[in-house]
Protein backbone atom coordinates (compact mmCIF):
# COMPACT_ATOMS: atom_id res chain seq x y z
CA UNK A 1 0.00 0.00 0.00
CA UNK A 2 1.26 3.10 -1.22
CA UNK A 3 2.08 5.68 2.12
CA UNK A 4 3.18 8.93 -0.13
CA UNK A 5 -0.15 10.30 -0.52
CA UNK A 6 -0.86 11.13 3.39
CA UNK A 7 2.84 13.01 3.89
CA UNK A 8 2.23 14.61 0.86
CA UNK A 9 -1.37 16.10 1.51
CA UNK A 10 0.40 16.79 4.83
CA UNK A 11 3.03 18.63 3.77
CA UNK A 12 0.91 20.65 1.51
CA UNK A 13 -1.52 20.86 4.02
CA UNK A 14 0.97 22.63 6.79
CA UNK A 15 2.92 24.47 4.34
CA UNK A 16 -0.15 26.41 3.08
CA UNK A 17 -1.07 27.26 6.87
CA UNK A 18 1.86 28.60 8.04
CA UNK A 19 0.78 31.14 5.00
CA UNK A 20 -2.08 32.08 7.18
CA UNK A 21 -0.53 33.10 9.96
CA UNK A 22 -1.89 36.07 12.05
CA UNK A 23 -5.01 36.63 9.95
CA UNK A 24 -8.46 36.66 11.02
CA UNK A 25 -10.67 33.70 9.95
CA UNK A 26 -14.71 33.78 9.28
CA UNK A 27 -16.41 30.82 10.72
CA UNK A 28 -18.59 29.59 8.12
CA UNK A 29 -19.24 25.76 8.12
CA UNK A 30 -20.70 25.40 5.02
CA UNK A 31 -20.70 21.51 3.88
CA UNK A 32 -19.64 21.36 -0.01
CA UNK A 33 -21.38 18.36 -1.31
CA UNK A 34 -19.97 16.89 -4.42
CA UNK A 35 -23.13 16.92 -7.25
CA UNK A 36 -22.41 15.41 -10.41
CA UNK A 37 -22.49 17.50 -13.35
CA UNK A 38 -25.03 17.43 -15.84
CA UNK A 39 -25.30 14.31 -18.13
CA UNK A 40 -25.66 15.46 -21.80
CA UNK A 41 -28.38 12.74 -22.44
CA UNK A 42 -28.92 11.95 -26.08
CA UNK A 43 -31.66 8.75 -25.55
CA UNK A 44 -31.99 5.12 -23.45
CA UNK A 45 -35.00 3.68 -22.15
CA UNK A 46 -35.64 1.18 -19.90
CA UNK A 47 -36.29 -3.02 -20.31
CA UNK A 48 -39.03 -3.31 -18.00
CA UNK A 49 -38.30 -6.98 -17.80
CA UNK A 50 -36.14 -7.34 -14.30
CA UNK A 51 -33.30 -9.44 -13.97
CA UNK A 52 -34.32 -11.64 -10.55
CA UNK A 53 -31.43 -11.95 -8.14
CA UNK A 54 -30.65 -14.38 -5.80
CA UNK A 55 -27.85 -14.01 -2.80
CA UNK A 56 -24.26 -16.08 -3.66
CA UNK A 57 -22.52 -16.70 -0.34
CA UNK A 58 -19.67 -17.41 -1.73
CA UNK A 59 -16.63 -15.65 0.51
CA UNK A 60 -15.98 -12.27 -1.44
CA UNK A 61 -14.38 -9.12 -0.09
CA UNK A 62 -16.28 -6.24 -0.65
CA UNK A 63 -14.39 -2.78 -0.64
CA UNK A 64 -15.92 1.00 -0.20
CA UNK A 65 -14.51 4.17 -1.01
CA UNK A 66 -15.65 8.09 -0.02
CA UNK A 67 -14.86 11.55 0.56
CA UNK A 68 -15.98 14.69 2.15
CA UNK A 69 -14.91 18.05 2.14
CA UNK A 70 -16.06 20.85 4.25
CA UNK A 71 -14.89 24.99 4.46
CA UNK A 72 -14.13 26.14 7.86
CA UNK A 73 -14.11 29.63 6.83
CA UNK A 74 -12.65 32.34 5.01
CA UNK A 75 -9.53 34.55 5.80
CA UNK A 76 -8.68 37.95 4.04
CA UNK A 77 -7.00 36.16 1.33
CA UNK A 78 -9.14 32.61 1.08
CA UNK A 79 -10.40 30.28 2.56
CA UNK A 80 -10.21 27.03 5.10
CA UNK A 81 -10.86 23.91 4.22
CA UNK A 82 -10.78 20.43 5.43
CA UNK A 83 -10.89 17.10 3.32
CA UNK A 84 -10.95 13.88 5.12
CA UNK A 85 -11.00 10.01 2.98
CA UNK A 86 -11.89 6.56 4.03
CA UNK A 87 -11.62 3.14 2.48
CA UNK A 88 -13.85 0.22 4.29
CA UNK A 89 -13.85 -3.38 3.76
CA UNK A 90 -15.61 -6.47 4.96
CA UNK A 91 -14.04 -9.97 5.34
CA UNK A 92 -16.14 -12.61 6.51
CA UNK A 93 -17.53 -11.39 9.54
CA UNK A 94 -15.35 -7.77 10.22
CA UNK A 95 -15.95 -4.59 8.75
CA UNK A 96 -12.47 -3.06 9.04
CA UNK A 97 -11.57 0.63 8.17
CA UNK A 98 -8.41 3.35 7.05
CA UNK A 99 -9.34 6.83 7.72
CA UNK A 100 -6.94 9.48 5.76
CA UNK A 101 -7.46 12.87 7.33
CA UNK A 102 -8.60 15.41 8.02
CA UNK A 103 -6.01 17.43 5.95
CA UNK A 104 -6.05 21.21 6.42
CA UNK A 105 -5.21 23.62 3.24
CA UNK A 106 -5.20 27.27 2.93
CA UNK A 107 -6.70 27.92 -0.01
CA UNK A 108 -5.69 31.54 -1.91
CA UNK A 109 -5.61 32.63 -5.51
CA UNK A 110 -1.70 32.84 -4.94
CA UNK A 111 -1.09 29.39 -4.09
CA UNK A 112 -4.18 27.38 -5.51
CA UNK A 113 -2.35 26.32 -8.70
CA UNK A 114 0.69 25.10 -6.96
CA UNK A 115 -1.60 22.95 -4.76
CA UNK A 116 -3.89 21.25 -6.79
CA UNK A 117 -1.07 20.83 -9.42
CA UNK A 118 1.75 19.19 -6.87
CA UNK A 119 -1.09 16.55 -5.61
CA UNK A 120 -2.17 15.88 -9.38
CA UNK A 121 1.61 15.04 -10.52
CA UNK A 122 1.98 13.18 -7.34
CA UNK A 123 -0.70 10.37 -7.82
CA UNK A 124 -1.43 10.42 -11.31
CA UNK A 125 2.02 11.12 -12.89
CA UNK A 126 1.21 8.59 -15.71
CA UNK A 127 -1.82 10.40 -17.00
CA UNK A 128 -1.38 14.17 -15.75
CA UNK A 129 -2.76 16.60 -18.58
CA UNK A 130 0.17 19.13 -18.14
CA UNK A 131 -2.55 21.55 -20.01
CA UNK A 132 -5.93 20.77 -18.07
CA UNK A 133 -5.49 23.64 -15.96
CA UNK A 134 -6.30 24.36 -12.52
CA UNK A 135 -9.43 24.89 -10.60
CA UNK A 136 -10.66 28.20 -9.45
CA UNK A 137 -10.93 29.09 -6.09
CA UNK A 138 -14.18 27.86 -5.51
CA UNK A 139 -14.16 24.68 -7.36
CA UNK A 140 -11.44 23.82 -5.21
CA UNK A 141 -12.64 21.85 -2.00
CA UNK A 142 -14.67 19.76 -4.52
CA UNK A 143 -11.28 19.09 -6.63
CA UNK A 144 -8.86 18.32 -4.25
CA UNK A 145 -11.55 15.57 -2.27
CA UNK A 146 -11.91 14.03 -5.89
CA UNK A 147 -8.56 14.08 -6.04
CA UNK A 148 -8.20 12.21 -3.24
CA UNK A 149 -10.72 9.90 -3.81
CA UNK A 150 -9.99 8.86 -6.76
CA UNK A 151 -6.45 7.73 -5.41
CA UNK A 152 -7.75 5.87 -2.87
CA UNK A 153 -10.04 4.50 -5.27
CA UNK A 154 -7.08 3.32 -7.40
CA UNK A 155 -5.74 1.72 -4.36
CA UNK A 156 -8.17 -0.49 -3.69
CA UNK A 157 -8.35 -1.76 -7.04
CA UNK A 158 -4.82 -2.39 -6.94
CA UNK A 159 -4.96 -4.23 -3.52
CA UNK A 160 -8.07 -6.00 -3.16
CA UNK A 161 -8.09 -8.99 -5.60
CA UNK A 162 -11.03 -11.20 -6.60
CA UNK A 163 -13.76 -8.81 -4.94
CA UNK A 164 -16.49 -6.15 -5.13
CA UNK A 165 -15.12 -2.14 -5.15
CA UNK A 166 -17.90 -0.11 -4.45
CA UNK A 167 -18.02 3.53 -5.77
CA UNK A 168 -20.25 6.78 -4.26
CA UNK A 169 -21.20 8.41 -8.03
CA UNK A 170 -21.56 7.06 -11.21
CA UNK A 171 -18.96 5.79 -13.68
CA UNK A 172 -19.44 8.89 -15.76
CA UNK A 173 -16.85 10.52 -17.03
CA UNK A 174 -15.76 13.68 -19.03
CA UNK A 175 -15.76 16.23 -16.29
CA UNK A 176 -12.20 17.68 -15.34
CA UNK A 177 -12.67 15.72 -12.13
CA UNK A 178 -12.96 12.77 -13.76
CA UNK A 179 -10.91 12.78 -16.79
CA UNK A 180 -11.59 9.45 -18.80
CA UNK A 181 -8.28 8.01 -18.68
CA UNK A 182 -8.03 8.28 -15.20
CA UNK A 183 -10.98 6.21 -14.68
CA UNK A 184 -10.09 3.62 -17.36
CA UNK A 185 -7.17 3.25 -15.86
CA UNK A 186 -9.00 2.65 -12.55
CA UNK A 187 -11.58 0.23 -14.20
CA UNK A 188 -8.31 -1.46 -16.10
CA UNK A 189 -6.55 -2.10 -12.78
CA UNK A 190 -9.70 -3.98 -11.22
CA UNK A 191 -10.41 -5.99 -13.66
CA UNK A 192 -7.08 -6.71 -14.17
CA UNK A 193 -7.07 -8.30 -10.12
CA UNK A 194 -10.48 -9.96 -10.77
CA UNK A 195 -12.18 -6.99 -9.09
CA UNK A 196 -16.20 -5.49 -10.40
CA UNK A 197 -16.39 -1.96 -9.86
CA UNK A 198 -20.20 -1.31 -8.58
CA UNK A 199 -20.90 2.33 -8.23
CA UNK A 200 -23.87 3.82 -6.65
CA UNK A 201 -25.80 7.22 -6.97
CA UNK A 202 -27.98 8.29 -4.81
CA UNK A 203 -29.40 10.97 -7.04
CA UNK A 204 -29.45 10.85 -10.71
CA UNK A 205 -30.62 13.20 -13.79
CA UNK A 206 -31.70 9.80 -15.88
CA UNK A 207 -35.68 10.23 -16.19
CA UNK A 208 -38.08 8.19 -18.19
CA UNK A 209 -41.44 10.06 -19.32
CA UNK A 210 -40.45 12.82 -17.28
CA UNK A 211 -39.84 10.51 -13.93
CA UNK A 212 -36.25 10.14 -12.27
CA UNK A 213 -35.48 6.49 -13.10
CA UNK A 214 -35.12 5.33 -9.51
CA UNK A 215 -38.83 7.16 -8.59
CA UNK A 216 -40.32 4.30 -10.77
CA UNK A 217 -42.62 1.87 -9.17
CA UNK A 218 -42.14 -1.69 -10.84
CA UNK A 219 -44.15 -4.42 -9.43
CA UNK A 220 -41.39 -7.26 -8.49
CA UNK A 221 -40.47 -8.45 -5.28
CA UNK A 222 -36.86 -7.18 -4.76
CA UNK A 223 -33.92 -7.98 -5.03
CA UNK A 224 -33.45 -7.18 -8.95
CA UNK A 225 -32.02 -4.91 -11.34
CA UNK A 226 -33.84 -3.28 -14.37
CA UNK A 227 -31.86 -2.81 -17.40
CA UNK A 228 -31.16 0.71 -19.55
CA UNK A 229 -30.78 -0.07 -22.80
CA UNK A 230 -28.97 2.40 -25.57
CA UNK A 231 -28.17 5.24 -23.49
CA UNK A 232 -25.62 7.67 -25.10
CA UNK A 233 -24.24 10.95 -24.14
CA UNK A 234 -23.15 14.01 -25.97
CA UNK A 235 -19.57 14.88 -25.92
CA UNK A 236 -17.52 15.31 -23.59
CA UNK A 237 -19.15 12.85 -21.03
CA UNK A 238 -18.71 9.15 -21.75
CA UNK A 239 -20.66 6.62 -19.51
CA UNK A 240 -18.02 3.56 -18.49
CA UNK A 241 -20.79 1.58 -16.95
CA UNK A 242 -24.02 0.16 -18.07
CA UNK A 243 -26.41 1.40 -16.15
CA UNK A 244 -29.43 -0.41 -13.82
CA UNK A 245 -31.90 0.44 -11.41
CA UNK A 246 -31.27 -1.43 -8.34
CA UNK A 247 -33.62 -2.43 -5.81
CA UNK A 248 -31.79 -4.84 -3.35
CA UNK A 249 -33.96 -4.88 -0.58
CA UNK A 250 -37.07 -3.99 1.30
CA UNK A 251 -38.11 -0.22 1.30
CA UNK A 252 -39.04 2.53 -1.05
CA UNK A 253 -35.39 3.50 -1.77
CA UNK A 254 -33.86 1.95 -4.90
CA UNK A 255 -30.44 3.17 -6.41
CA UNK A 256 -28.53 3.82 -9.87
CA UNK A 257 -26.60 1.37 -9.97
CA UNK A 258 -23.31 1.50 -12.95
CA UNK A 259 -21.21 -1.74 -13.37
CA UNK A 260 -18.28 -1.52 -15.57
CA UNK A 261 -19.11 -2.69 -19.12
CA UNK A 262 -16.13 -4.08 -19.83
CA UNK A 263 -17.13 -6.88 -17.08
CA UNK A 264 -19.07 -9.80 -19.15
CA UNK A 265 -22.77 -9.57 -18.49
CA UNK A 266 -23.27 -12.01 -16.39
CA UNK A 267 -20.21 -11.92 -14.55
CA UNK A 268 -22.20 -8.40 -13.28
CA UNK A 269 -25.20 -9.81 -12.55
CA UNK A 270 -22.89 -12.46 -10.77
CA UNK A 271 -21.83 -9.31 -8.98
CA UNK A 272 -24.45 -7.74 -7.56
CA UNK A 273 -25.39 -11.40 -6.40
CA UNK A 274 -22.48 -11.63 -4.41
CA UNK A 275 -23.13 -8.30 -2.44
CA UNK A 276 -26.60 -9.66 -1.55
CA UNK A 277 -24.59 -12.30 -0.05
CA UNK A 278 -21.61 -10.91 1.76
CA UNK A 279 -23.05 -7.21 2.88
CA UNK A 280 -25.93 -5.57 4.62
CA UNK A 281 -28.31 -4.20 2.48
CA UNK A 282 -30.31 -1.55 4.43
CA UNK A 283 -32.78 0.24 2.21
CA UNK A 284 -31.33 -1.47 -0.55
CA UNK A 285 -27.93 0.27 0.46
CA UNK A 286 -24.67 -1.53 1.08
CA UNK A 287 -23.71 -1.14 4.07
CA UNK A 288 -20.06 -0.97 3.67
CA UNK A 289 -20.66 1.94 1.55
CA UNK A 290 -22.74 3.41 3.82
CA UNK A 291 -20.15 3.18 6.80
CA UNK A 292 -17.31 5.05 3.73
CA UNK A 293 -19.39 7.74 4.12
CA UNK A 294 -19.97 8.00 7.93
CA UNK A 295 -16.48 7.63 8.72
CA UNK A 296 -15.10 10.59 6.10
CA UNK A 297 -17.69 13.16 7.34
CA UNK A 298 -16.86 15.71 10.09
CA UNK A 299 -18.86 16.36 13.22
CA UNK A 300 -19.74 18.97 14.60
CA UNK A 301 -16.93 18.00 17.72
CA UNK A 302 -14.29 17.61 15.16
CA UNK A 303 -15.19 20.71 13.29
CA UNK A 304 -14.20 23.07 16.55
CA UNK A 305 -11.26 20.75 17.02
CA UNK A 306 -9.83 21.75 13.74
CA UNK A 307 -11.00 25.08 14.76
CA UNK A 308 -8.90 25.16 17.88
CA UNK A 309 -5.82 23.38 16.01
CA UNK A 310 -5.21 26.55 13.56
CA UNK A 311 -5.76 28.91 15.87
CA UNK A 312 -3.02 27.30 18.21
CA UNK A 313 -1.31 26.26 14.98
CA UNK A 314 -1.29 29.46 12.93
CA UNK A 315 -2.36 31.80 15.55
CA UNK A 316 -5.39 32.61 13.66
CA UNK A 317 -7.98 34.90 15.43
CA UNK A 318 -11.91 33.42 14.99
CA UNK A 319 -14.35 35.81 13.87
CA UNK A 320 -18.05 35.82 12.99
CA UNK A 321 -19.47 37.21 9.98
CA UNK A 322 -22.40 39.57 10.73
CA UNK A 323 -25.33 38.04 9.19
CA UNK A 324 -26.36 41.18 6.87
CA UNK A 325 -30.14 39.36 6.92
CA UNK A 326 -30.76 40.11 10.92
CA UNK A 327 -28.72 43.33 10.23
CA UNK A 328 -30.85 44.35 7.87
CA UNK A 329 -33.95 42.89 8.31
CA UNK A 330 -34.32 41.81 12.07
CA UNK A 331 -36.94 39.97 13.54
CA UNK A 332 -37.29 39.51 9.89
CA UNK A 333 -34.30 38.32 8.31
CA UNK A 334 -34.00 34.48 8.75
CA UNK A 335 -30.64 34.10 8.03
CA UNK A 336 -28.34 33.74 4.55
CA UNK A 337 -29.06 29.83 4.63
CA UNK A 338 -32.90 30.93 4.02
CA UNK A 339 -31.72 32.76 0.82
Known amino acids: MDTVLPRQFTELSLGSLKRAQNQHLQLNQQLFQQINDEEH ?6 KFEPIILQPLHEETI ?47 EENRREVFNTLERAYFTS ?14 PTRIATLLERWLQAMLT ?17 TPDTPVRRMREILTNGRNRGNVVLAFSKMTNLRVNGRLITDLVFKHKP ?13 PM ?14 S ?17 EAVERLL ?63
Open 41 to 46: LQTFRL
Open 62 to 108: VAAVDTSTMKIGETRTGMVIAVRGANVWKQKENYRYTRLGPFIFHIT
Open 127 to 140: IYEQNQGSPSLLQM
Open 158 to 174: KTVSNGLVLFDGSLTSG
Open 223 to 235: PYLIETIGLKLNP
Open 238 to 251: VPLGDVYVAKLGKG
Open 253 to 269: CAFRLDIDRDVPSDLRI
Open 277 to 339: GNDLLTQSYPETLRLAHILCTFTANEVLAMQHFITRRCGLQLINRPDMHRLLFGAFGKGESYS
